[in-house]
């Protein structure tokens, strides 16, 4: 736990908060309400009672689903700003958490007790407007990656993952792009040999260069 932040800074994170009275405003921003996680650290985890609703002031948290095998697939990341789908889900259907949430980066988070959730929600329309949105807008996402990997080749979705970094050199294990795709590292590790060897890349330790981006859009197109 952690003193109060500064409550200019959640407003301008979370705008959806604006227009609450001073009451409220003071029963969000209680010090034991407000965390910092250092990098690495379990947000929550798969069949755990959701606490809280939470509010990224600063970081990255990965959300992800973990087969029995140990084989990881990446459902989305929830960025300063916002909302965290599967914690909104487990609040309104009582019901824990059926994913886990790791901190990708050092994380500030204020934690709205359901109390506090239960109250936005019935009573101030701008917040329950936004959880909603975002609700949708994350289904969309998710529906999109069913397909993909539903549907789509594997080298096809490695493809597009590299191209979507937007970077001529990415820096990234085979172990954490085989968890992006929810496949395996030693499958990526052979298609990133195969796009070597058909000079779309070029690889190094823990990370690769791209050296034929048309080709790898053409591939992702297929």
């Known amino acids: 736990m952690d003193a109060a932040v500064n409550p200019q800074k959640i407003l301008d994170l979370y705008p959806a908060l604006a227009g609450l009275s001073t009451v409220d405003m003071a029963s969000l921003l209680q010090p034991r309400s407000v965390m910092n996680l250092p990098s690495g650290t379990q947000v929550f985890a798969e069949h755990q009672p959701c606490q809280g609703f939470p509010l990224l002031l600063e970081g990255s948290i990965k959300v992800a689903k973990l087969a029995s095998s140990g084989r ?25 958490y059926n994913a886990r949430g790791s901190a990708e980066t050092p994380l500030t988070l204020l934690i709205l007790p ?17 959880v909603f949105y975002l609700f949708a807008e994350r289904i969309g ?18 493809a597009k993952l590299l191209l979507a970094r937007n970077e001529n050199t990415v820096n ?6 085989a968890e992006e795709l929810g496949s395996v590292r030693e499958i990526v ?25 048309t080709g790898l859009q053409k591939l992702a197109a297929m």
């Open 72 to 96: 990881e697939l990446v459902l989305y990341r929830v960025a300063p700003g916002g909302s965290c789908i599967i914690s909104s889900s487990c609040l309104l259907g009582h019901t824990a």
């Open 114 to 130: 359901i109390p506090v959730f239960s109250k936005l929600m019935l009573e101030h329309l701008p917040f329950r407007d936004f």
């Open 141 to 158: 996402e998710l529906m999109q990656l069913v397909e993909e990997v539903a549907f789509a080749r594997l080298d096809q979705r490695l």
């Open 172 to 177: 990234i294990t085979h172990q954490q792009l």
């Open 189 to 213: 590790s052979r298609l990133l040999k195969g796009f070597a060897a058909q000079g779309f890349v070029t690889l190094g330790r823990e990370q690769l260069s791209i050296a034929d981006r």
